[in-house]
C-alpha cells in the first residue's frame, strides 16, 4: 500500500487503524508457556511473545535478577514506569477538581487495577483511565474538564472521552461498569448501580475517590465486561493475571463471585467465563472462542443479556438509513481524491490545492464530523483505495472536508519499525492532537511523524 512523506506518495506497508484491536493467536505450545509464567509457575516465553502480550514490564518485576531476559525487558519496565508517573500527576488533580465541585469517581478495569491491586502498578498495562460517573455529573464534568484544559469529546451513550493537552493522556468516562450499545440498558443500570452501592472511598495522591468491591472487579468489570461486551467472550493474558492477584491480594474467593453472580443475575455468564479463565484451576484458554461456540454462550446467557452482535446488528439496521446518506454524500469526494491522488505525487502540493486561501469560521458539528469519518470509512471498504493506501485516502477526504467547513486540521502521517519491514500510516489532527472520531489517539507515540500539512509550531517555538 502507500503512505506520505515528506514529498511524495510512495508505496509500501500501511499500518491498519485497528490492527491493535485485533486478536492475538500463540501456538499450544506458547500458549502453556505464557499460562504457566503468568501463574508464577515457570520460564517465559520468548521476549517476542512477551512483548506480543504486553507483558515485558511485568516480566521485568518477576524475573530473578539472574534471569538472562530480564534485561531485556528494562526498557519495557522503565517506559512503563515513566508513564504511570506522568499519567498520575495529570489525573490527580482532575479528580481534585471533580471532587471539589461535588462530582464522585469510582475508577475501574485496568488503571485501577495497576494502582490498586497490582504488587507493582507500572508491572500492568492498560490504555486509557476508565472512569464511572453518576450520568447527573457527565455534563458538569466535562466542563470542569475543559476548563482545565482537558478537550472533552462526547461519545455514543453519553460518555465522554477526556484528553489532556498533551495528547497522551486519555480518559474514558462511562456511565456503565458494563458497556450497552443499545438504547435501553436496564440491566446494565441496575448491575452499574449494585457496583455503586457496594464501592469504598479511598484517599489517592491527596485526592478521595471511589473503587469498586474486589469480587466486582473481578466478577463486572473483567469476566462480565469481556462476556457482554465486544470482546465476544474472548480473554487476553492480563486477564488471568488480574484474577490471580485479586485473589491473593484482595481475597477474592469463588463462592464470593457465585453468590455476587447470582444476586446480579450473571451466574450462567461467570460459569462460561470461569471455563476460560480460572485463577482456582490454573487454566487460561486465550483468544475468542470460535464463532459456533461463541453463538452457543450467547444462546446460554440470553436471559442475562442481549448478545452484542445481535445488539451491535440491531444499531447497524436502526443507523442503515443515515448510513446511506452519509455514503452519498461523502462518495465523489472520496473518487475525485482517490483519481487526484493517482495523478498528482507530489503531496505538498496536493494539499495545497485542498486548502481554502482563508480561513473560515467553523460550521460543522460533533455529529456532522462522526458522520463524514463514518461515511468515508464504509467508502473506502467500497471503493478500495488501490495503490495510494486506504489511510491516505481517508486522511485527504478529511482534510478536504474539514478545512472547507472552517476547521484548522492537519494531515500528518508517519513511519515505524515492525521487524525488517517500514510501516507507515496517515491521519488528520486538529489543534496537535488525533481527531477523536478516528479513535487513533495514540498515532503520534506510535510512529515517528514525518510529515504535516501546514506545519504547526511546536511549543517551544512559539
Same mark, same amino acid.
Given at each position: 500500500?502507500?503512505?506520505?512523506? =515528506?514529498?511524495?506518495?510512495?508505496?509500501?506497508?500501511?499500518?491498519?487503524?485497528?490492527?491493535?484491536?485485533?486478536?492475538?493467536?500463540?501456538?499450544?505450545?506458547?500458549?502453556?508457556?505464557?499460562?504457566?509464567?503468568?501463574?508464577?509457575?515457570?520460564?517465559?516465553?520468548?521476549?517476542?511473545?512477551?512483548?506480543?502480550? !504486553?507483558?515485558?514490564?511485568?516480566?521485568?518485576?518477576?524475573?530473578? !535478577?539472574?534471569? $538472562?531476559?530480564?534485561?531485556?525487558?528494562?526498557?519495557?519496565?522503565?517506559?512503563?514506569?515513566?508513564?504511570?508517573?506522568?499519567?498520575?500527576?495529570?489525573?490527580?488533580?482532575?479528580?481534585?477538581?471533580?471532587?471539589?465541585?461535588?462530582?464522585?469517581?469510582?475508577?475501574? *478495569?485496568?488503571?485501577?487495577?495497576?494502582?490498586?491491586?497490582?504488587?507493582?502498578?507500572?508491572?500492568?498495562?492498560?490504555?486509557?483511565?476508565?472512569?464511572?460517573?453518576?450520568?447527573?455529573?457527565?455534563?458538569?464534568?466535562?466542563?470542569?474538564?475543559?476548563?482545565?484544559?482537558?478537550?472533552?469529546?462526547?461519545?455514543?451513550?453519553?460518555?465522554?472521552?477526556?484528553?489532556?493537552?498533551?495528547?497522551?493522556?486519555?480518559?474514558?468516562?462511562?456511565?456503565?461498569?458494563?458497556?450497552?450499545?443499545?438504547?435501553?440498558?436496564?440491566?446494565?443500570?441496575?448491575?452499574?448501580?449494585?457496583?455503586?452501592?457496594? =464501592?469504598?472511598?479511598?484517599?489517592?495522591?491527596?485526592?478521595?475517590?471511589?473503587?469498586?468491591?474486589?469480587?466486582?472487579?473481578?466478577?463486572?468489570?473483567?469476566?462480565?465486561?469481556?462476556?457482554?461486551?465486544?470482546?465476544?467472550?474472548?480473554?487476553?493474558?492480563?486477564?488471568?493475571?488480574?484474577?490471580?492477584?485479586? &485473589?491473593?491480594?484482595?481475597?477474592?474467593?469463588?463462592?464470593?463471585?457465585?453468590? !455476587?453472580?447470582?444476586?446480579?443475575?450473571?451466574?450462567?455468564?461467570? $460459569?462460561?467465563?470461569?471455563?476460560?479463565?480460572?485463577?482456582?484451576?490454573?487454566?487460561?484458554?486465550?483468544?475468542?472462542?470460535?464463532?459456533?461456540?461463541?453463538?452457543?454462550?450467547?444462546?446460554?446467557?440470553?436471559?442475562?443479556?442481549?448478545?452484542?452482535?445481535?445488539?451491535?446488528?440491531?444499531?447497524?439496521?436502526?443507523?442503515?438509513?443515515?448510513?446511506?446518506?452519509?455514503?452519498?454524500?461523502?462518495?465523489?469526494?472520496?473518487?475525485?481524491?482517490?483519481?487526484?491522488?493517482?495523478?498528482?505525487?507530489?503531496?505538498?502540493?496536493?494539499?495545497?490545492?485542498?486548502?481554502?486561501?482563508?480561513?473560515?469560521?467553523?460550521?460543522?458539528?460533533?455529529?456532522?464530523? *462522526?458522520?463524514?469519518?463514518?461515511?468515508?470509512?464504509?467508502?473506502?471498504?467500497?471503493?478500495?483505495?488501490?495503490?495510494?493506501?486506504?489511510?491516505?485516502?481517508?486522511?485527504?477526504?478529511?482534510?478536504?472536508?474539514?478545512?472547507?467547513?472552517?476547521?484548522?486540521?492537519?494531515?500528518? =502521517?508517519?513511519?515505524?519499525?515492525?521487524?525488517?519491514?517500514? &510501516?507507515?500510516?496517515?491521519?488528520?489532527?486538529?489543534?496537535?492532537?488525533?481527531?477523536?472520531?478516528?479513535?487513533?489517539?495514540?498515532?503520534?507515540?506510535?510512529?515517528?511523524?514525518?510529515? !504535516?500539512?501546514?506545519?504547526?509550531?511546536?511549543?517551544?517555538?512559539?
Amino acid at each position: 500500500m502507500a503512505v506520505a512523506t =515528506s514529498g511524495c506518495i510512495i508505496r509500501h506497508r500501511c499500518f491498519s487503524c485497528h490492527a491493535a484491536r485485533q486478536v492475538v493467536v500463540y501456538s499450544s505450545r506458547v500458549d502453556g508457556l505464557l499460562t504457566s509464567f503468568l501463574l508464577g509457575q515457570g520460564d517465559p516465553p520468548s521476549p517476542a511473545a512477551i512483548r506480543e502480550a !504486553r507483558l515485558g514490564a511485568y516480566a521485568y518485576t518477576v524475573l530473578p !535478577r539472574e534471569h $538472562a531476559d530480564r534485561s531485556a525487558y528494562s526498557g519495557d519496565f522503565l517506559s512503563s514506569l515513566a508513564r504511570c508517573q506522568d499519567t498520575k500527576a495529570k489525573l490527580a488533580p482532575l479528580l481534585a477538581a471533580w471532587r471539589a465541585a461535588g462530582i464522585e469517581a469510582l475508577l475501574f *478495569k485496568g488503571f485501577h487495577l495497576a494502582e490498586f491491586i497490582y504488587p507493582v502498578a507500572a508491572a500492568r498495562f492498560w490504555g486509557d483511565v476508565d472512569v464511572v460517573l453518576r450520568p447527573g455529573d457527565i455534563p458538569a464534568a466535562a466542563s470542569v474538564a475543559e476548563a482545565m484544559g482537558w478537550s472533552a469529546w462526547p461519545e455514543a451513550g453519553g460518555s465522554y472521552s477526556l484528553i489532556h493537552p498533551d495528547g497522551v493522556v486519555r480518559v474514558d468516562v462511562q456511565r456503565y461498569v458494563v458497556h450497552g450499545i443499545l438504547p435501553w440498558n436496564r440491566r446494565q443500570r441496575r448491575i452499574t448501580e449494585a457496583v455503586w452501592a457496594r =464501592s469504598t472511598e479511598c484517599s489517592w495522591l491527596g485526592v478521595t475517590v471511589r473503587l469498586p468491591h474486589p469480587v466486582d472487579a473481578a466478577l463486572v468489570c473483567l469476566l462480565v465486561h469481556r462476556a457482554w461486551g465486544a470482546d465476544g467472550w474472548g480473554c487476553k493474558p492480563h486477564d488471568l493475571l488480574d484474577l490471580r492477584f485479586l &485473589v491473593e491480594r484482595a481475597g477474592v474467593s469463588r463462592d464470593a463471585m457465585e453468590a !455476587r453472580a447470582t444476586e446480579l443475575g450473571c451466574r450462567r455468564t461467570l $460459569a462460561i467465563m470461569l471455563g476460560r479463565c480460572d485463577p482456582w484451576a490454573g487454566s487460561l484458554r486465550l483468544g475468542l472462542p470460535r464463532a459456533a461456540r461463541a453463538w452457543r454462550y450467547d444462546v446460554r446467557t440470553l436471559t442475562e443479556h442481549v448478545p452484542y452482535r445481535v445488539a451491535l446488528w440491531l444499531v447497524r439496521v436502526y443507523r442503515a438509513p443515515d448510513l446511506f446518506l452519509q455514503l452519498a454524500r461523502v462518495t465523489p469526494l472520496v473518487l475525485r481524491v482517490r483519481r487526484t491522488a493517482r495523478r498528482v505525487r507530489d503531496l505538498p502540493r496536493l494539499l495545497a490545492s485542498m486548502t481554502p486561501a482563508s480561513g473560515a469560521t467553523p460550521r460543522i458539528t460533533m455529529r456532522e464530523r *462522526k458522520g463524514l469519518v463514518r461515511g468515508t470509512r464504509w467508502a473506502l471498504r467500497l471503493l478500495p483505495a488501490g495503490d495510494v493506501g486506504g489511510c491516505v485516502v481517508r486522511s485527504l477526504v478529511l482534510y478536504r472536508a474539514l478545512r472547507r467547513r472552517g476547521l484548522p486540521v492537519d494531515f500528518v =502521517s508517519g513511519v515505524r519499525r515492525d521487524g525488517d519491514r517500514v &510501516v507507515g500510516h496517515a491521519w488528520i489532527e486538529l489543534n496537535g492532537m488525533v481527531v477523536p472520531e478516528l479513535d487513533e489517539p495514540t498515532n503520534p507515540h506510535i510512529f515517528r511523524v514525518n510529515f !504535516r500539512y501546514p506545519r504547526m509550531l511546536s511549543h517551544a517555538e512559539r
